[in-house]
């Protein structure tokens, strides 16, 4: 993988848990990893996070986070734990995620609905639909009165087998 790195860290019960890291996240860990011995973690820890001037400890996260935020003015730090932390990053990335699905289904019924249009123009039944809105053209409908079209010449022909392979087609 030339984009992603995959990595395992211990999670509940010792079991493996895959992190994807972006080639950004591997360079800075990279860089905090360069800057161990100068804040005093001996090389022998195999933390990430290890705990300065031990051999096997490490820094916990909650830890951490509380000594953090007893120490800015919260008017609730209590409320700031890893797991609320933890909730509200999922929580962001699917509405992302969502937002991203659903201008694209936005974008695709747009298509699907301008596509109405210009096929009965195609059709040359347009002049039907005057006052309609596109929501309220149906393609069956479109099809079906092209099949009602009794006088066609040579022209509307072509454009009507067009317009059938265009309906089997969907």
């Known amino acids: 993988m030339d984009r992603l790195q995959l990595v ?11 992190v994807l890291l972006t080639k950004d996240m591997w360079n800075a860990l990279d ?4 800057k161990r011995i100068a804040i005093g973690v001996p090389l022998q820890n195999p933390f990430l996070f290890a705990a300065p001037s031990s ?9 951490s986070l509380k000594w953090i935020t007893n120490r800015v003015d919260l008017k609730n730090p209590e409320l700031i734990t890893t ?9 962001v990335s699917q509405e992302k995620m969502a937002g991203k699905y659903y201008r694209l289904q936005e974008q695709t019924l747009e298509l699907a609905k ?14 039907r639909y005057a ?10 409908e479109i099809q079906l ?13 072509s454009s009507s087998e067009v317009c059938t392979m265009f309906f089997k087609i969907l």
């Open 83 to 91: 797991t609320n932390m933890r909730k509200y990053i999922a929580t």
């Open 114 to 127: 301008v596509s109405k249009l210009l096929i009965a123009a195609d059709c040359g039944m347009i002049h």
């Open 131 to 140: 006052g309609k809105t596109l929501d309220d053209i149906t393609l069956e």
């Open 145 to 157: 009165d092209k099949s009602e079209e009794e006088d066609c010449d040579e022209k509307d022909c």
């Open 55 to 63: 051999n096997s400890g490490h820094l916990k996260c909650w830890d």
């Open 31 to 34: 860089l905090f990893n360069s």
């Open 8 to 18: 395992e860290i211990v999670g509940k019960k010792n079991r493996k848990v895959p």
